[in-house]
């Protein structure tokens, strides 16, 4: 009786093992335990402060910080930068690229240092200084294997790669229709990749976006906890990623107080900025502090 119930252990032991090792790996558990931050806020509340932009900035599309804390933005159709003071709303200096100025479909901003970056939304990047007020700068663009029917709608820098993340509102690439796509850019290389860095399980953010559309809109890396927050203006939803695409938290945006969410930026104590584009009517900064 004993050697049967022994012979019977190893043969368990034995076939867990066996069986064990063939298992798959859960693919949504995050590297590194990384822990969801996005509970700190309250997006289907109302705001700290909520300003109406000024008209230039109607079509306000992109929002960025810069390391000293002072937020800039830009507006979707001319490659103009402007420095917002987040606390009232208001323009405290805009520049633009080009001589002539440039005209195009951007569609976000980024930083990394003295230097900023523009997008379109065919994937070309515009690298520039920033201009005191008033000047125009010159600039240098990086053309990507990405194109309008890609439609990028939203860029931000990750220092722990060193790349500029663009965020693709349209077809993710070959194979990938069930997902959204961040592609990114080296700024060490000057270079695209061709393999996204993550991707955004439409299904699984979808089912819980108003109508059930997830187009996203903007991405933002938090500051503190590494991880990515991405906006979708169609279906009124923010989605937190770790830093190998698996979702950690989504909720809803609050439709009346950000009508068209476009940009994201976080500011030095961590509240959340939104900006909304007017859509023809007028544009918009919502701000949004963290909980305790």
Known sequence: MFRFEVKRLLVLLALGLLFGSFQTPNEHAPKGG?????????????PK??????????EISGLTMTEDGRLFANEDERGVVYQLDYTSGRIIKRFSIGRFGVRADFEGIAVKGTWFYLVESNGTLYEFPE??????????????????????????????????????????????????????FSLQSKTFSPKPPFLIPLKQ???????????????????????????????????ELAADGTVLAQQAINKRVNPHPEGIAFAPDLSLLLCNDGQGGTGSLTVYAPQQ
């Open 49 to 58: 402060a909520r300003f109406v932009v000024p008209s230039r900035l109607n």
């Open 131 to 184: 201009g005191r007020d008033g000047e125009r700068v010159e600039f240098r663009t990086y053309r990507s294997f990405l194109t309008s029917k890609n439609d990028v709608e939203g860029l931000c820098y990750d220092p722990s790669t060193d790349c500029l993340l663009l965020l693709c509102k349209g077809d993710p690439g070959k194979g990938l229709q069930k997902y959204k796509a961040v592609y990114e």
């Open 205 to 239: 953010v979808s089912r819980s976006s108003a109508g059930n559309h997830f187009n996203p809109s903007g991405i933002e890396r938090h500051p503190r906890s590494g991880t990515f927050f991405v906006i979708a203006a169609q279906g009124h939803s923010i989605v």
């Open 34 to 46: 990384t822990q969801s931050v996005l509970n700190r806020y309250n997006l289907t509340a109302q």
